[in-house]
């Protein structure tokens, strides 16, 4: 299993991309509604822009572990369906 | 003054008209260049513990020779000898002050001899260096400064502070004004120590262990108050006018008479409370003086200041930490106002970009022989150290009194608030 070559095709890469892209958005808006609220400085879009890609690194792994927990239970239940 | 400039430089410390009129006894070192070639002729007057640390610094110094050392203590004297082969040795320092070829003195005898030796220097035509405090009593160390005054001769007390680099930049950021008035000053010394030194026969106690004795010590405030108390007057450039204070014996009631726990107040006359704890059963907070003014507060032994205002975290972390605590918290019962603010946290600023190599002993020292060899005594220097003393003492009796003392009139000398008016 470990030796094996895997292949990542163009359409996950962009699906990938574009589910990172979201969680990238998302922590950005948290941001702005974070400025506006605490009434902070604007300069923090920029300043904080490594906040930023941190919470978006963490929600994207977030939806990793979902979908894989999607996947993995749609296998079980398939499974049992063609016993 | 370009060799004066220098030795500021090589203290670390930024030239400039704030720093000279912070710490105007710098000004000692204006014909530093003049005087390479000159030479003090020293004696050392009680080279036991303190003395010798005095010693081997001064025998550092090219413009220094010491000429003579005095002790009634051999080992002390033994010891000396071994560091200064040259020198010659007396046990009666009446004999020292009557050599002709002895510029200066140094005088780090237990504080209780301090007041004659001083004035029988002056009297002998001799600059003098004393160890803090300047005596035991009041009285005595006015006859002292009065000494200096009449002999014109130069009078300098261990005031190393005066000297250290993060003191005089803490004081001239202060003296500035940048970071608003002085509120309040807090100063404690804790130490987990007896004082204790070992006697080789019991006939020696009181010689040996003079600290913890009454008639030869005010303990605590005159061996590390005074070191502290003069930074107030230094930082307020004012005189407190009233003191009050408690002292007890609360760890050590059978090892010795002075007290081992003290705490004092000192106010200046613009109602700025000045504090002072100081303990030797305990050494977990060490020594500090705080100086709490509006816009900072400054740390000065450790050299450092922190702006009272700090800027608040960003919003995003702001908005985490809530996030968290709505989580996570217990519900508060009594709204959110009680709250910790979201802060950042306050590290503070040092005051020197870089750490000194000491506590302005070696600088203090080198002030001395620099004001000896050119009769020129440094500014300010006398009065805030005689000021200083006379602090810690009035706080002891205060505490013995068991009341609050005003600043005793006959003991006023002309300087700062103490001014007479014309």
Redesign the interface.
């Known amino acids: 299993m470990f030796n094996k070559d895997t292949i990542i095709t163009s359409g996950r890469k962009k699906t990938e991309t574009l589910i990172f892209l979201c969680c990238f958005l998302l922590a950005f808006a948290?941001?702005v509604?974070?400025?506006i609220?605490?009434?902070?400085p604007v300069i923090?879009l920029i300043?904080?822009i490594f906040?930023?890609l941190l919470?978006a690194s963490v929600l994207y792994f977030f939806t990793v572990i979902v979908r894989f927990s999607i996947r993995i239970i749609n296998r079980l239940i398939q499974n049992i369906k063609i016993k | 003054m370009l060799e004066r400039r220098e030795f500021l430089k090589k203290m670390g410390l930024i030239t400039g008209a704030g720093v000279l009129s912070t710490a105007p006894w710098l000004g000692v070192f204006s014909e530093r260049k003049q005087t390479k070639n000159e030479v003090c002729k020293l004696a050392i007057i009680g080279p036991g513990s303190r003395g010798f640390f005095l010693m081997n610094l001064l025998v550092q110094n090219p413009k220094v020779k010491i000429v003579a050392v005095c002790d009634d203590y051999p080992p002390n004297l033994k010891k000396a000898l071994e560091l200064v082969s040259d020198a010659r040795a007396f046990t009666d320092y009446r004999k020292v002050l009557e050599m002709k070829d002895v510029d200066a003195v140094v005088i780090a005898t237990p504080p209780v001899f301090h007041a004659r030796m001083t004035l029988d220097a002056f009297d002998a035509g001799k600059h003098v260096f004393v160890e803090k405090a300047l005596s035991l009593h009041p009285d005595e160390a006015l006859a002292m400064y009065q000494g200096h005054i009449h002999s014109r001769k130069v009078f300098f007390v261990g005031q190393q502070r005066f000297f250290d680099p993060r003191y005089i930049q803490a004081m001239s950021m202060i003296h500035s004004g940048v970071y608003g008035d002085v509120q309040s000053i807090r100063m404690h010394w804790d130490r987990n120590t007896d004082w204790r030194r070992k006697v080789p026969e019991p006939e020696l106690e009181k010689k040996i262990n003079w600290r913890l004795y009454r008639d030869t010590s005010k303990g605590l405030m005159t061996e590390l108050a005074c070191h502290q108390l003069q930074v107030g007057i230094w930082t307020m450039k004012s005189i407190p006018d009233v003191v009050m204070g408690v002292g007890s014996l609360v760890a050590r009631k059978n090892e010795r008479e002075v007290y081992d726990n003290v705490s004092c107040i000192y106010t200046f006359d613009n109602g700025v409370k000045m504090t002072y704890e100081s303990t030797n059963s305990n050494k977990f907070y060490g020594l500090e003086e705080r100086v709490l003014c509006e816009k900072a507060t400054f740390e000065l032994e450790r050299g450092k200041y922190y702006y009272e205002s700090i800027p608040?975290a960003?919003?995003?972390?702001?908005?985490l930490y809530d996030a968290e605590s709505k989580l996570f918290d217990a519900i508060p019962i009594a709204g959110s106002s009680w709250l910790p603010e979201t802060a950042k946290e306050n590290k503070g600023e040092y005051v020197l970009d870089k750490k000194p190599a000491g506590d302005g002993t070696k600088e203090l020292l080198e002030a001395f022989v620099e004001a000896s060899i050119t009769n020129k005594q440094p500014q300010n220097f006398a009065e805030e150290s005689y000021y200083g003393t006379q602090l810690c003492l009035l706080g002891h009796q205060a505490m013995e009194e068991e009341r609050i003392i005003r600043f005793p009139e006959k003991l006023k000398i002309n300087y700062l608030n103490h001014s007479k008016k014309a």
Do not use: F, H, R, W
């Not at chain 1, 609220?37 to 902070?40: L, Q």
């Open positions: 948290l941001n509604i974070a400025v609220t605490y009434k902070t923090e300043t904080e906040t930023v919470i | 608040p960003p919003g995003i972390i702001q908005m």
